[in-house]
């Protein structure tokens, strides 16, 4: 009897051991799945179960602190900085801690980065202690720390010429292993360096390459950062142009990632690129679709970028009580907020053009006189970094001849192939174009240019199911007075209000957003993969935006619409997507009766 007791008490002793090895053999697969270099962003799909893996209590030590660095990791892409930095001080100051780990060294880099972008000097400390654990061991963030440290830390080396052909020579050394991450995130360094000079045609150029060979490598939201360093280069340089295509581009790649900070750039991008081309109209719809998101990630700086884009939209309208508390909101601003504002021009332009406006004579001069002096500073800095740009470009040059020569040999061989396959590809895109006019043409309302009946209820069967914590919703719009409006004013004022309804479901949606004319007076708007109450602030303003929308028949009349609206929130896909719409025109329906 007591020979049993003692095997089961085995038995039972390995089966724990068991289940535990198992459990950590699949944390281990977990955390190679998820890692990403130090310079990409961890994807947001893979959170709950990083938490859920945190709060397993017989999970490895080192795994938990592997996987709490790779959740901060998250939070910085995510820019909660502070949430961050609070874990990660107290992760490194725990004594079991392996000080020469990857997720240590990771640590200490990430800490340097926040105080980096605080601009406080400590980062410098961290970074040094980052580059001497990674050195020879972690690529990545060996990598990260010596851009950071020559960028801004070697004070025995503050020549920018050095700087640059420091970091050209890291772009040499990493050209030659092939890394094309490396690379990208070698060029986005380069990039900040010549936008401190002021040069920000050569910095857009670099954010750019950083871009395009990051392509292959980074998640969508890593890429989204070098788009916005470029948007932010080609506006400064006054490439409006360059600017609108790289903005195009933005919002087709934020389509894959469609996070509440991420569409605050794209809104941010806009909204700039709408300012300095004084399109007013434009800017104030871009600030109303801004301020949704952003009233989500609680994010000081962005608050204030939108308070200055906001005020110039209040300065054209010449709101004085708008004015007079964006001055006051300003001027609580925090210090870091205030410090960088205060070196940019286009700011400090608008603070004087405020001042004069509200005849604050003596606070319009004292703008004025540092709006003087930061154009004096980037004037003398765009003057000595004439002979460190040539010798920057030259080097940079070098380094593209040898590639070309590389390659040229490379070119001989498939270059009279691609002579042949031209004819096939001209004749297959003259086929693709023309399809696709045909397919545009059927698939597409006439008058409203939205999609037709049977195109929109294509396209919203075939929405995936949302993400955990977000859903699909619809919206069905009835003009309830139309055939009033085409019986009382005619066919063409009839015409103009559904083309104006038109117009205004594309302003206040997203591009991927799918809209539709079910019927002569119904339209129907798609929203996919969105939090729940984002979907309602989107519905509740395309309402409010219908019932505002007045407009004048030729006989001088003013055409007033009203609308009623059915709303259906899912968290699964469309497949009964017919059922949906009789039970919503059956709502509208009801409620049109009850009125």
Excluded at 560 to 573: F, K
């Amino acid at each position: 009897m007591k020979s049993l007791k003692t095997l089961v008490l085995v038995l039972a002793i390995n089966l724990v051991f068991s289940s535990e090895l198992l459990a950590n053999e699949q944390v281990a697969e977990f955390i190679n799945k998820i890692a990403v270099k130090n310079y990409d962003c961890p994807s947001e799909e893979f959170i709950p179960q990083l938490d859920s893996y945190l709060n397993d209590q017989k999970i490895q030590q080192n795994q938990r602190y592997r996987l709490q660095t790779e959740k901060t990791h998250w939070l910085i892409c995510m820019g909660k900085y502070t949430e961050a930095l609070g874990v990660l001080e107290s992760l490194t100051q725990q004594p079991s801690y392996d000080k020469s780990s990857y997720s240590f060294a990771s640590a200490i880099y990430q800490i340097g980065f926040i105080y980096d972008v605080q601009e406080d000097n400590k980062r410098c400390d961290y970074y040094g202690q980052a580059a001497a654990i990674s050195e020879d061991k972690y690529d990545d963030i060996s990598l990260s720390a010596q851009l950071r440290i020559i960028a801004g830390c070697n004070q025995t080396d503050n020549n920018d010429g050095i700087k640059l052909g420091k970091m050209y020579e890291l772009l040499e050394r990493y050209s030659r292993k092939d890394d094309r991450g490396a690379i990208a995130h070698i060029h986005n360094n380069i990039g900040l360096l010549y936008g401190a000079l002021g040069q920000h045609v050569l910095a857009a150029e670099q954010y750019l390459k950083s871009y395009e060979l990051g392509l292959d490598v980074y998640e969508s939201s890593n890429l989204l950062a070098s788009l916005i360093s470029a948007i932010t280069s080609q506006m400064a340089s006054g490439d409006f142009d360059g600017a609108k295509q790289t903005i195009s581009e933005l919002k087709k790649q934020n389509s894959e990632v469609n996070t509440p900070l991420t569409n605050v750039w794209v809104h941010f991008s806009e909204a700039g690129y709408y300012y300095r081309t004084e399109d007013y109209e434009s800017l104030r719809d871009s600030l109303s679709k801004w301020r949704v998101f952003l009233d989500q990630i609680n994010h000081s700086f962005y608050e204030g970028l939108f308070r200055w884009y906001q005020s110039a939209l209040c300065l054209h309208e010449e709101n004085k009580a708008c004015l007079r508390s964006f001055l006051e909101e300003e001027s609580k601003a925090s210090e870091s907020y205030q410090r960088t504002v205060g070196r940019n021009k286009d700011y400090l332009k608008l603070q004087v053009e405020i001042q004069m406006f509200l005849g604050n004579q003596e606070e319009a001069l004292k703008v004025f006189r540092a709006y003087n002096n930061e154009v004096t500073r980037r004037s003398n800095v765009w003057q000595a970094s004439g002979k460190v740009l040539g010798v920057a470009n030259l080097h940079n040059q070098i380094i593209d001849l040898e590639t070309s020569l590389q390659e040229a040999e490379n070119q001989k061989v498939w270059s009279i192939s691609l002579l042949a396959g031209v004819f096939l590809f001209v004749s297959i895109t003259i086929i693709y174009v023309l399809r696709r006019n045909y397919l545009a043409k059927i698939s597409t309302d006439p008058l409203t240019g939205l999609n037709n009946t049977r195109t929109a209820i294509n396209q919203i069967k075939k929405v995936s199911k949302p993400a955990d914590g977000k859903t699909n919703a619809l919206a069905l719009f009835d003009l309830d007075n139309f055939k009033e409006v085409n019986s009382q004013f005619g066919h063409i004022t009839a015409d103009l209000a559904l083309q104006g309804v038109s117009s205004t479901l594309k302003k206040v949606t997203r591009e991927q957003d799918i809209l539709g004319r079910l019927a002569s007076d119904q339209f129907l708007v798609c929203l996919t993969n969105i939090e729940e109450s984002t979907a309602k602030t989107f519905f509740e303003r395309i309402s409010k935006a219908l019932q505002n929308l007045i407009l004048s028949a030729e006989t001088g009349d003013k055409v007033n619409l009203r609308s009623s609206m059915s709303i259906y929130v899912s968290t699964d896909s469309f497949e009964d997507l017919d059922d949906v719409l009789a039970d919503m025109q059956r709502a509208i329906q009801k409620d049109g009766q009850k009125n």
